[in-house]
């Protein structure tokens, strides 16, 4: 969309939606048998795919839903396998690999039409207390400080520029980027192939720890796979196609998705087609929280890749 598009004022009115309630609905997955449930996705969006991160969201939820409430996850394993189809819905089966006396061990698998499309194993821990460290949390402007998605996307259609329609509908996580948006960025390659986000639940939420765990995941998958595209200086325009093909993360203490949290990434390799990134959630009081690593497909196009592959 650009400025003066006869879409433009329907397009801000998109950004005003309560997505987040839209968000927890997803998450409340119907039980249709012992250790089996059935999940959605959201209507209207136009995607091709089921998002990854509500895929992953889900199964975290349909195991969760199999261990006692007091014993919380601790960390997670996963594989995309195939392509969701976000018409139809999802059907999640739990296995209920191992109870410890204080360790739980859950397998999940995501099946549609027949087929697995998501595989997701998932450890739950009880509480206990031991010596406890973190890395500190990198130095980074206020979230507060920095323009909201609405703010930035109104900021871009009145200036002109293109803006993809997937920013511009609503969301139930509200993403503070330092810098630019990956989608626009247009500085020069970076060898560090960092770069930092504020995110947080848009609104608040029960005093639920498997929701809290089950949000944090879904908005784990929103940001990292373009870190991959920093080196090269590529944007959206070079990208012939990016999806996640794994997906790990490990819940070192208890945080609230809807209290800021800053993403901190950075991709250390890529290669094959495929790129590596690692993130770190800290709250604002600096605690490290999660540690999450993810390596996706990242092809370029081949106009691309003749003009900067090396000679």
Not at 128 to 154: F, I, K, N
Not at 217 to 232: A, E, K, N, R
Request: aromatic share 8%; glycine share 8%.
């Amino acid at each position: 969309m650009r400025a003066g598009d006869k879409n433009t004022f329907d397009c801000k009115t998109a950004l005003m939606g309560d997505a987040l309630d839209d968000l927890v609905a997803l998450l409340d997955l119907e039980t249709i048998e012992d250790n089996i449930f059935r999940g959605t996705s959201p209507e209207g969006e136009g995607r091709e795919r089921v998002f990854g991160g509500q895929v992953a969201a889900q199964a975290l939820m349909a195991a969760g839903r199999c261990v006692p409430p007091d014993r919380p996850v601790h960390s997670l394993h996963s594989y995309f396998l195939r392509p969701g189809d976000p018409t139809v819905p999802i059907l999640y089966t739990v296995d209920r690999i191992r109870d410890g006396r204080s360790f739980t061990t859950r397998r999940v698998v995501a099946v549609q039409h027949g087929e697995a499309i998501f595989l997701l194993s998932a450890q739950f821990q009880d509480v206990e207390e031991g010596p406890s460290h973190g890395l500190p949390m990198p130095d980074a402007p206020s979230p507060d400080s920095l323009p909201t998605p609405r703010q930035r996307v109104e900021a871009l259609i009145a200036a002109g520029e293109e803006v993809p329609p997937w920013a511009l509908r609503p969301s139930p996580i509200d993403l503070r980027h330092i810098g630019e948006e990956p989608w626009r960025r247009t500085a020069e390659p970076r060898a560090d192939a960092s770069k930092q986000v504020w995110v947080r639940a848009d609104g608040e939420l029960e005093d639920d720890p498997l929701l809290h765990a089950c949000v944090v995941t879904y908005l784990s998958d929103m940001t990292l796979l373009p870190s991959v595209m920093i080196p090269w200086g590529l944007t959206w325009d070079g990208v012939a196609m990016m999806a996640s093909l794994d997906h790990a993360m490990w819940f070192h203490r208890p945080c609230r998705a809807d209290r800021w949290l800053l993403f901190d990434q950075e991709s250390p390799a890529s290669g094959g087609a495929r790129g590596l990134v690692t993130g770190r959630l800290f709250t604002q009081d600096g605690d490290l929280v999660v540690s999450i690593a993810q390596e996706g497909v990242v092809r370029v196009t081949p106009e691309w890749w003749e003009a900067h592959r090396p000679k």
